[in-house]
């Protein structure tokens, strides 16, 4: 059962290795290859992306800190703007308030001017009647208690009438 092998059977068998080597090449090429070729360079690809994606991150973060800050300057833009305008209206209203008090005190002082002038007025009329009825008073209680008064009262009293 011993095989010889001789040069020439060695040399066929090689060649038959080629030749498939070489019709499984080819068949991979025209067959798998393209689809092969183009999965690596996706794959590729997609390295190169996810290289690359670190940077686009970078990019996308500091475009959104960007917009952050820009919307954080507008709404301390419009609370400085909204504290203005509660300032300024709070001055207003606290002049409202003050030129309403102002108004009322000046509205109390005239009313009480207006009330004391009358008052003024009215004891000064009634004035020299009460001095009237007081002098009476005392003079009729003098004249009852002395008699020999009475007659002095009235002749001083016709005395001034007679000057005048």
Do not use: C, P
Not at 26 to 35: A, N, Q, R, S
Not at 129 to 139: E, L, Q, R
């Amino acid at each position: 059962m011993e095989q010889s092998l001789s040069a020439s059977t060695v040399l066929l068998n090689v060649g038959i290795q080629i030749l498939n080597l070489v019709i499984f090449f080819l068949l991979f090429k025209f067959l798998l290859g393209d689809t092969v070729a183009k999965g690596l360079e996706e794959r590729e690809h997609l390295l190169d992306r996810i290289k690359n994606a670190e940077g686009e991150y970078n990019t996308i973060i500091q475009d959104a800190e960007a917009q952050k800050n820009g919307i954080l300057a507008d709404a301390l833009e419009k609370q400085k703007s909204i504290l203005k305008e509660w300032e300024l209206l709070n001055k207003k209203l606290s002049q409202d308030v003050l030129d309403d008090a102002k108004r009322k005190a000046e509205d109390i002082i005239q009313h009480a001017t207006t009330e004391t002038k009358r008052v003024q007025e009215e004891l000064a009329n009634n004035w020299e009647s009460a001095v009237k009825s007081t002098t009476k008073s005392v003079v009729k209680k003098l004249l009852n208690e002395k008699k020999d008064l009475q007659d002095d009262y009235l002749k001083t009293l016709i005395d001034d009438l007679e000057d005048k």
